[in-house]
């Protein structure tokens, strides 16, 4: 496959810049996605750093029967039209299913696919024929290499603009690990974002809920920007312990500053090589 010498073919806005993908895991109410959001588009804005907001409608992938799963898909995708809307930024979310697509697509502007569904062919073609862009997290079971695949089954929908995105790879049953070789083999196919956050997730734990290392965001961040990623993807929370998903592996709101000024400075490191 080629390489994307265009990466605004591919629908990237960022130029040179880092793009930052930030925001609460869910959508938990209006009050604390404007708050998350306030916060992570104000540091953005003073960093001089391209934003995209990010919040889940739902959570399908769950371990546990009585965990948080949303607040209604309608809703929450209105809160995040509301957020665009307020801050004048891009929106992502999540979808799982072929008939989400076109719903999701309406309230938001960039369609991301979980890593556990990234082989799923309706899927993939249904967020493509959308039109917007197709964020495509690479499968904690799958080799760089492979996601060339899934790129191609974007392209092939008629869609240029597909971007992918690392978030580990499982180590054994409850850990994670980020193979750094992936960056320069993945944007072969396309823009490639590094989720800091998912990456040092503990899956599988016997209480049923998720851990992380939520102490080693930065260092994974630092390392995945300095292997080529063009944008880092990061769930953050102004309380993550209080947080309804995904709290153990959140980074605390008043942190995200003072690691994106890091992540730039390594970012623009690379750039002047």
């Known amino acids: 496959m080629e390489n994307t010498s265009n990466l ?10 880092l793009q930052i993908i930030a925001g609460p895991c869910a959508i938990e109410g209006e009050d604390i996605a404007m708050r998350v959001a306030e916060g992570v588009i104000a540091t953005c804005a003073k960093l001089d750093l391209p934003v995209i907001f990010k919040g889940s409608y ?3 992938n769950r371990s546990r029967l009585d965990s948080f799963t949303g607040i209604g898909d309608e809703k929450a995708l209105g809160i995040l039209a509301k957020v665009g809307e307020a801050f004048g930024v891009q929106t992502t979310t999540d979808v799982h299913a072929a008939e989400e697509a076109s719903l999701a697509a309406a309230y938001t502007d960039v369609l991301q696919i979980p890593a556990f569904l990234c082989r799923q062919t309706d899927l993939l073609v249904a967020a493509a024929q959308t039109g ?9 079971f799958l080799a760089p290499e492979s996601m060339e695949h ?3 089954k974007i392209h092939d929908s008629g869609n240029p ?7 580990g790879t499982m180590l054994g049953y409850q850990d994670m690990v980020v193979d750094m070789r992936g960056f320069p083999v993945m944007r072969q196919y396309g823009p490639v974002i590094a989720d800091i956050t998912h ?3 503990q899956p599988n734990q016997q209480s049923g809920v998720t851990g992380g290392r939520p102490e080693l965001i930065a260092t994974i961040g ?3 920007v300095a292997a080529g990623a063009n944008g880092v ?3 953050t929370h102004p309380e993550p312990s209080q947080a309804l998903s995904d709290g153990a592996n959140m980074l605390p709101l008043d942190q995200l500053e003072g690691l994106l000024a890091q992540l730039k400075r390594v970012h623009e490191a690379v750039q002047h090589g």
Do not use: M
């Open 199 to 201: 990456s040092l997730q």
């Open 58 to 60: 739902r959570k399908a």
């Open 150 to 152: 899934a790129v191609r």
């Open 8 to 17: 605004k073919d591919a629908g990237w806005t960022a130029g040179d810049r």
């Open 132 to 140: 917007k862009v197709v964020n495509v997290k690479k499968g904690q």
């Open 222 to 224: 630092r390392a995945a």
């Open 161 to 167: 603009k597909a971007w992918l995105t690392e978030r």
């Open 233 to 235: 993807f990061i769930e």
